[in-house]
């Protein structure tokens, strides 16, 4: 993330988070949002200023912030307490806006662009939505802007959303191969057992794999701004370390909550499985099915061996039905499998492009596709020989 300020001679942060390259930070309706005041200003500058130091350690952060339907309720009126679906959508549509200005300004203070990306379930897991997100957010960073992720109140209903933002920032932090994930909400971090009820409860600084015993000292509400209880941070805690990012769980109630756990303040810190890289090539070889199969030449699959990504110049066949996102056979000219990947186009267009260079592709296609037809981190080479007999 390139901040605009000219300040980037600060040292940033150079604790606990001085190593991780790509943070995703979840942010509480309960930490942002006074019931009575609305945002709280003076909280969200001091964790403005915590992003923007976190930047110049050269670290990308990503936002997944709550606090539309909390804002809303207080714009619309509506009464303390459960909503119902309608009122709620009606809230995330109002709040939303005040939201989204409100990180907008806070980043803008700092030198930083906010980038508002509103998610459905289907979009981190429908694969052709997942690839869409993906390179939008992609993009944002690219650019120098933060990400601001939330999920889309207005259409989603209980059947088919996530219903709380620890989950989603999990699922978002696997979608762009965070290595880390920090929980900031009205909690320390995970106790042997709810210290609301027992005083005798310690907290767990460190969790090296989630067992049983550590899901079952999971439990209790979350407050009434906030949809999520400590089981949801669990949840998040097992998609976030399976594919490879750690995740903390730690209380933003004081100003710079990110500064305070750089400096080691009480917090609980579960490890990585691996990396995210390492884990999401290991998904791909082991759990989708091919649909298609894509053929290089031999400057093609040397390329890719040396962990570059498959250009369009060096296929020289598709097979296959398979459409943007799905999973597909990479092999060479005499048949032997290389390995998978997510394929960036559907097979009409995937036949139009073979064999030609990217800058070719617009005219060929109409519009501005991907460079690459399957991008490296897509890609999961030298996967088991079962698959050299099927197409």
């Known amino acids: 993330m390139t901040l605009q300020t000219g300040t980037a001679e600060k040292s940033g942060f150079t604790g ?27 909280w969200l500058g001091a964790l403005a200023d915590d992003i923007a130091e976190l930047g110049r350690t050269g670290a990308d952060v990503l936002v997944v912030s709550s606090g539309a339907i909390a804002l809303g309720r207080k714009v619309l009126g509506l009464p303390r307490g459960k909503l119902k679906l309608e009122e709620s959508q009606a809230a995330a549509a109002t709040g939303q806006i005040a939201l989204s200005r409100a990180w907008a300004e806070a980043l803008g203070q700092r030198g930083l662009a906010a980038g508002q990306i509103l998610l459905t379930l289907g979009d981190t897991e429908e694969r052709r939505r997942y690839l869409n997100a993906r390179a939008t957010i992609a993009n944002l960073l690219k650019f120098g802007a933060v990400p601001v992720v939330n999920e889309n109140d207005t259409v989603a209903t209980n059947e088919i959303r996530y219903g709380d933002n620890d989950r989603l920032a999990a699922r978002v932090g696997t979608m762009v191969s965070a290595d880390l994930v920090l929980l900031l909400s009205d909690v320390e971090g995970l106790y042997t057992a709810p210290p609301a009820r027992d005083p005798s409860a310690t907290m767990i600084p460190h969790v090296e794999h989630i067992t049983p015993e550590i899901e079952a000292m999971a439990s209790g509400a979350g407050s009434e701004l906030s949809r999520g209880g400590m089981q949801t941070k669990i949840e998040a805690a097992k998609i976030a370390t399976g594919a490879g990012a750690g995740l903390v769980i730690a209380s933003g109630r004081e100003l710079n ?20 890289v390492a884990a999401r090539k290991t998904w791909i070889a082991g759990t989708l099915e091919p649909r298609g199969a894509v053929t290089l030449d031999a400057g093609a699959c040397t390329a890719l061996r040396k962990g570059k990504s498959l250009l369009p110049a060096g296929v020289k066949r598709v097979d296959g039905s398979f459409q943007r996102g799905d999973t597909v056979a990479i092999r060479d ?59």
């Open 16 to 42: 606990r988070l001085a190593s991780y390259e790509r943070i995703v930070v979840k942010v509480g309706s309960a930490l942002l949002v006074d019931p009575v005041r609305g945002v709280r200003e003076e």
């Open 257 to 276: 909550p990110i500064a305070r756990i750089d400096a080691g303040e009480p917090c609980t810190w579960f490890a990585p499985a691996g990396t995210p």
């Open 333 to 391: 000219e005499a048949g032997a499998l290389l390995g998978l990947g997510l394929i960036a186009y559907d097979v009409e267009d995937a036949r139009l492009i073979i064999g030609r260079k990217s800058h070719e592709i617009e005219d060929l296609l109409g519009y501005a596709g991907r460079s690459e037809m399957i991008h490296r981190d897509d890609m999961a080479l030298g996967v088991a020989a079962r698959l050299n007999d099927e197409d």
